[in-house]
C-alpha cells in the first residue's frame, strides 16, 4: 500500500468532512492522549521501555517546561496566505523541520519494526534516523524507505573495526548523515526499566546490525546463538574511554556529514565542531540518561550563539506540538527530532500510525504558522516569544 504524501493542512479538513464516523478507530489527534493510548495496547515492561526516564523523571520534567516557560506572542493581518514549513539542513531543502529520533528495537513495539517506521515517516515526507540498536539491519531498512533522505546514528563501539564497518555500510546503502550520539557512554539509571529487569538489547532484540555485521560475525563462532551474540555486543558497547580528539578520526573515516547528538553545555558545541562535525543536536535523550540535567531546550540559545549561524543546530526532547517546534526554531534550532509520539503511533497502528501522528504533528505547525503570522518556517525569530507571565509594558 503507497500513501501519498499529503499536505499538513488536508489533515484537518479531511477528518471534518468524515465527520465523528469516519473517525471511528482512528489513533487520536491529541498528543497528551497518546501515550496513555499507547499504554493499554503495550505490556507494562515495554511501555516502561517507551516512556520511562532517569531516576525520579526530573530531566523529562524538564524538558517539558522548558517549552512551558515561553509563550507565543501572534501578529495578526499580516496576509499569510501560504506556508513554508521547509527549512536547510546541512546544505539540504527538508520540506518540514521535522526528523524522526533515533530509537532503538522497534519490534518490541511492532512487528514490522523499523520497516513500518521508515514507511510511515516516508508516507508524511519526514527523513527518519536509523538508530544503532535495531531490529533490521541497515540494508533491509533501505530497501523499505522512500527516496527521501535517511540518515543513521552510531552507538561508537569500543572496536574500531567494527565502527569502520557500520559507517561504510551506511555510506553504501544510501545514508546521508551520521549521527553520533555521545551522552550514552553507558546507560542511564532507569528504575523502571531496572525494575522490570528489561532492556531489549540483553534478549538479542535490537542488534540487528551487528548480527549482520561481518567483522562483528567473524569475532563469533559460525553458529553462535543469542547468549554469545549479546555477550559480544555488551563487550564492544559502551565506549567511556572516548574523546574530543577521537572525532577527527571518525571524521576521516567518512565524507558523509557527521552531527554530534547528546550536546547541552555550549563549550561542548564548539568543541564538537572544532573537531570536524557539521553540526549539534541538543538533546538529553529524553530525560532517559542523567538525572537533574537541564532541559534541552533550555540550552539552546547558548548553543547556538557558541557556534553561530553556519552550523546545523537540531533539538530534541519533549517536542510534541506544533507550537514546540516553532518554539524550538524561534530559539536558534534548523530542525527538530521528533521522539516518542512516533513510537506510540507505531505502538498502535503500525505504518499508518506513524503517518498519522507525523501528519498530525505537521497539521497543527502549518496552523501555528498560520495563526503565529509569521508563515514561515524560516522566518521564525525570538521575537515571536516571551516569557510566561504579563508583557514587559512598552
Ligand atoms: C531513545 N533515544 C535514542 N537515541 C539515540 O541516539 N539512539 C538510540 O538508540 C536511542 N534509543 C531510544 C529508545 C527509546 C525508547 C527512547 C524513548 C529514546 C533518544 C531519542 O533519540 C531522543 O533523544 C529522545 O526520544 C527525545 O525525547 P522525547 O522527545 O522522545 O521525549
Not at 532503538?104 to 513495539?109: E, G, K, L
Not at 527538530?336 to 497502528?349: K, M, N, T
Not at 501528519?359 to 502549518?366: F, P
Not at 515571536?384 to 514587559?392: D, E
Request: net charge negative; glycine share 12%; with cysteine.
Amino acid at each position: 500500500m503507497t500513501m501519498r504524501t499529503a499536505a499538513p493542512g488536508d489533515l484537518l479538513r479531511d477528518i471534518y468532512l468524515a465527520g465523528p464516523d469516519g473517525r471511528a478507530g482512528q489513533v487520536t489527534t491529541n498528543f497528551e492522549a497518546l501515550e496513555e493510548a499507547a499504554r493499554v495496547v503495550l505490556d507494562p515492561a515495554t511501555f516502561a521501555f517507551v516512556a520511562g526516564n532517569a531516576g525520579t523523571g526530573l530531566t523529562g520534567r524538564a524538558n517539558r517546561e522548558a517549552f512551558d516557560r515561553w509563550r507565543l506572542v501572534p501578529r495578526a493581518l499580516r496576509g499569510i496566505t501560504r506556508r513554508d514549513l521547509s527549512v536547510s539542513v546541512l546544505g539540504e531543502r527538508l520540506p518540514t523541520p521535522v526528523l524522526l529520533a533515533p530509537i532503538s528495537a522497534h519490534t518490541t513495539v511492532h512487528p514490522e519494526g523499523e520497516l513500518a517506521t521508515v514507511r510511515g515517516a516516508a508516507d508524511a515526507g519526514v527523513p527518519f534516523v536509523l538508530s544503532s540498536y535495531a531490529s533490521h539491519s541497515l540494508e533491509e531498512v533501505a530497501a523499505a524507505a522512500g527516496p527521501g533522505p535517511r540518515w543513521f546514528q552510531l552507538y561508537w563501539p569500543t572496536d574500531d573495526a567494527l565502527t569502520a564497518s557500520l559507517v561504510r555500510r551506511a555510506e553504501a546503502s544510501g545514508y546521508t548523515a551520521l549521527v553520533v550520539t555521545v551522552d550514552n557512554p553507558s546507560i542511564g539509571y532507569r528504575p523502571a526499566d531496572l525494575d522490570h529487569g528489561f532492556l531489549p538489547m540483553l534478549r538479542g532484540v535490537g542488534l540487528a546490525h551487528y548480527t549482520s555485521d561481518p567483522v562483528f560475525r567473524a569475532a563469533l563462532p559460525p553458529n553462535a546463538g543469542t547468549k554469545e551474540v549479546v555477550r559480544h555486543w555488551a563487550g564492544v558497547t559502551g565506549h567511556l574511554a572516548l574523546t574530543w580528539e577521537r572525532l577527527a578520526w571518525l571524521r576521516g573515516l567518512t565524507d558523509l556529514p557527521v552531527l554530534v547528538k547528546g550536546v547541552l553545555h555550549p563549550d561542548d558545541a564548539r568543541r564538537a565542531v572544532a573537531s570536524g562535525a557539521d553540526g549539534v543536536i541538543v538533546s538529553n535523550h529524553g530525560g532517559r540518561q542523567l538525572d537533574g540535567a537541564a532541559g534541552a531546550l533550555d540550552c539552546l540559545s547558548a548553543v547556538r550563539a557558541a557556534v553561530g549561524d553556519g552550523v546545523t543546530v537540531l533539538l530534541d526532547s519533549g517536542v510534541r506540538t506544533g507550537s514546540d517546534v516553532v518554539k524550538a526554531l524561534a530559539l536558534g534550532a534548523d530542525a527538530v527530532l521528533y521522539g516518542r509520539p512516533y513510537l506510540y503511533g507505531l505502538a498502535l497502528d503500525g505504518r499508518a500510525g506513524v503517518r498519522h501522528v507525523l501528519r498530525c504533528l505537521l497539521a497543527e505547525l502549518d496552523v501555528v504558522l498560520t495563526l503565529t503570522g509569521y508563515g514561515s518556517a524560516e522566518a521564525l525569530g525570538p521575537e515571536l516569544l516571551a516569557a510566561a507571565g504579563p508583557l514587559p509594558l512598552p
